[in-house]
């Protein structure tokens, strides 16, 4: 639920030093919400990327690879700056962490998963992600949280893994085709 989800993210930045804590329900973390939302799960395995070497001060930030989602239209996503990369990691981490172990409990017939299969989803990806945040941020509760959450995986789903998202609509299907075939 929203309150859970707001002290997961929340609880990871009480250790860090960042704007989001102080502005969970405004603005920032409205924008950060929806940018999640946006961000094609297929361009996020690759987080976190280290920030490209090529941005001078005060050009565009750019990480090579973020887009939107297919049926959207896979756009290149840019962000205003590293800072707000490591809130989108951070967002996306602590988002999946409070859904997966319920995710988990049952299939998923749209993903075409069985019971247990979303513990495998992308899991080398958040796994990254919390490195990095404990690296770029020192925030410490990522790591700790994702292994509490992951120490929680039945040992018979631990060796799998998905590392792509499955389309999950007719769009979505079309969309990656369409993107595979240019």
């Given at each position: 639920?929203?309150?859970?989800?707001?002290?997961?993210?929340?609880?990871?930045?009480?250790?860090?030093?960042?704007?989001?804590?102080?502005?969970?329900?405004?603005?920032?973390?409205?924008?950060?919400?929806?940018?999640?939302?946006?961000?094609?799960?297929?361009?996020?395995?690759?987080?976190?990327?280290?920030?490209?070497?090529?941005?001078?001060?005060?050009?565009?930030?750019?990480?090579?690879?973020?887009?939107?989602?297919?049926?959207?239209?896979?756009?290149?996503?840019?962000?205003?700056?590293?800072?707000?990369?490591?809130?989108?990691?951070?967002?996306?981490?602590?988002?999946?962490?409070?859904?997966?172990?319920?995710?988990?409990?049952?299939?998923?017939?749209?993903?075409?998963?069985?019971?247990?299969?979303?513990?495998?989803?992308?899991?080398?990806?958040?796994?990254?992600?919390?490195?990095?945040?404990?690296?770029?941020?020192?925030?410490?509760?990522?790591?700790?949280?994702?292994e509490a959450v992951y120490?929680?995986?039945?040992?018979?789903?631990?060796?799998?893994?998905?590392?792509?998202?499955?389309?999950?609509?007719?769009?979505?299907r079309l969309a990656r085709?369409?993107?595979?075939?240019?």
């Open positions: 639920d929203r309150g859970t989800f707001d002290a997961t993210v929340l609880g990871l930045y009480a250790a860090g030093t960042t704007e989001l804590g102080t502005h969970l329900a405004g603005p920032l973390a409205d924008a950060l919400s929806a940018l999640d939302a946006l961000v094609s799960p297929d361009a996020s395995n690759g987080w976190p990327a280290p920030p490209p070497s090529t941005s001078q001060p005060g050009d565009p930030f750019r990480l090579s690879g973020l887009r939107a989602r297919p049926e959207l239209g896979a756009f290149p996503i840019q962000l205003e700056s590293e800072a707000e990369w490591l809130d989108l990691v951070t967002l996306t981490l602590a988002d999946y962490l409070e859904q997966v172990e319920g995710a988990a409990t049952k299939a998923n017939p749209g993903y075409g998963w069985a019971v247990g299969e979303a513990w495998g989803y992308r899991r080398v990806a958040y796994s990254a992600m919390a490195a990095v945040l404990v690296e770029e941020r020192g925030l410490h509760p990522a790591k700790e949280m994702w120490g929680e995986e039945p040992e018979t789903c631990r060796g799998h893994i998905t590392a792509r998202t499955p389309p999950l609509t007719a769009a979505a085709q369409a993107i595979e075939s240019a």
